[in-house]
């Protein structure tokens, strides 16, 4: 990207807590466009809720830089950057009523204003009829709406959410989302959600960049980086995988699972990510090289199967039409060129 389009910019973030052994961010230089809805995705500890906390001027950085619209803000105190952050707990003021915990976001507006603001940002997230209800006497998905609001009422430079949804149950989880991000798309909000759920990332993100160890491991749109994952970590992080060793020549490589093609032309010994679902099974007859279905999982909308090769373990994904039971000698099919990983950090 154009350094130019950046909105917000980061450059080599570093922090290390006094009491911690290792550094929680240890490098982190992103770049978010103006309206973008960008995601930071990473399992548990990887230094994504820290990385939000810098931004938001919370937390001091050891090292690194941050600039807004091409301000350098590294040293702003929180109240002069103007960027929101909304929590998984929600954070309303228990003994402010769902009206005034919005209409507290709207403190800069002439007094007599504030209420009809706040009701129309009630009315924006569909809570009018529980204005004057207090925090506890409503859902925990209305709860999160509510402080999406106000959040929003604030008016923000950019909105960041770290795992808003993820004390919602399943189903309450996807209309919040969904809501949410119809919200933000609608207001032109600028946003960085943070989740260590990968379909989370995938579905409500423009770009995701993947996390690991306080490091940025690969940043893209979802679908890019789905197909073709830099490292080993991104690809079993993002979706499921299997990871292969093989011997390149070309555009292929010889495989404990046989010949298969491979994403681009080099030589000599690659680790491969191949996903389940590129993968098709064929019945086997016995002049080929086979492998053995040794079990399959069946989870309603697909099926998982497990195929061995001497050592190696492949999974594949298919649809219901798949009738080969354990024990059956199978072949695999490959549907897309398995993608070549660099063993290297990045
Ligand atoms: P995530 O949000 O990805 O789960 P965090 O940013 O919360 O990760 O934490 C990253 C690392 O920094 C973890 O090892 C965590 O224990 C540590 N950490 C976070 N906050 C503090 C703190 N205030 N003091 C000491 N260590 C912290
Ligand atoms: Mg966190």
Redesign the pocket.
């Known amino acids: 990207m154009d350094c130019r389009d950046a909105y917000l910019k980061t450059e080599a973030l570093a922090?290390t807590?006094?009491?911690?052994a290792?550094?929680?961010?240890r490098r982190i230089s992103l770049e978010i466009r103006r309206s973008e809805i960008f995601c930071l995705l990473?399992?548990?500890?990887?230094?994504?809720?820290?990385?939000?906390?810098l931004l938001a001027g919370f937390?001091k950085p050891d090292a690194g830089k941050i600039f807004l619209e091409g301000k350098d803000i590294t040293d702003s105190p929180p109240e002069a950057r103007n960027i929101g952050i909304v929590f998984q707990d929600y954070a309303l003021f228990p003994h402010l009523n769902v009206l005034e915990n919005i209409a507290f976001a709207l403190w800069s507006h002439p007094r007599k204003a504030r209420k009809a603001m706040a009701k129309d940002f009630l009315e924006m997230v569909g809570l009018s009829d529980f204005a004057s209800y207090m925090p506890h006497e409503i859902s925990g998905g209305q709860q999160q709406r509510a402080a999406l609001a106000r959040a929003l009422a604030a008016e923000p430079k950019i909105l960041l959410l770290?795992?808003p949804f993820s004390g919602l149950d399943t189903r309450l989880r996807q209309s919040v989302r969904e809501e949410t991000r119809n919200l933000l798309r609608e207001r032109g909000t600028t946003c960085i959600l943070?989740t260590?759920d990968q379909e989370e990332a995938m579905s409500f993100a423009d770009r995701i960049a993947l996390?690991n160890e306080?490091l940025i491991e690969q940043t893209g749109v979802p679908e890019d980086v789905y197909a073709a994952p830099s490292n080993p970590f991104v690809a079993q992080f993002l979706g499921r995988t299997n990871l292969i060793e093989g011997l390149a020549n070309g555009l292929n490589a010889d495989t404990p699972i046989g010949i298969i093609p491979i994403d681009k032309s080099t030589s000599g010994h690659v680790l491969l990510s191949l996903r389940p679902e590129h993968i098709v099974l064929e019945p086997a007859n016995s002049s080929q090289q086979s492998g053995i279905l040794v079990r399959r999982e069946f989870k309603g909308h697909d099926m998982t199967h497990w195929v061995k090769f001497g050592d190696t373990d492949i999974q594949v994904d298919t649809d219901f039409t798949c009738t080969f039971d354990a024990g059956t000698p199978v072949l695999l099919r490959i549907r897309k060129a398995a993608t070549v990983l660099s063993r290297t950090e990045p």
Not at 17 to 20: Q, R, T, V
Not at 22 to 25: P, S, T
Request: hydrophobic share 30%.
């Open positions: 922090k807590f006094s009491d911690g290792l550094a929680a961010v990473g399992p548990s500890g990887c230094g994504k809720t820290t990385t939000l906390r937390e770290d795992e943070v260590h996390m306080g």
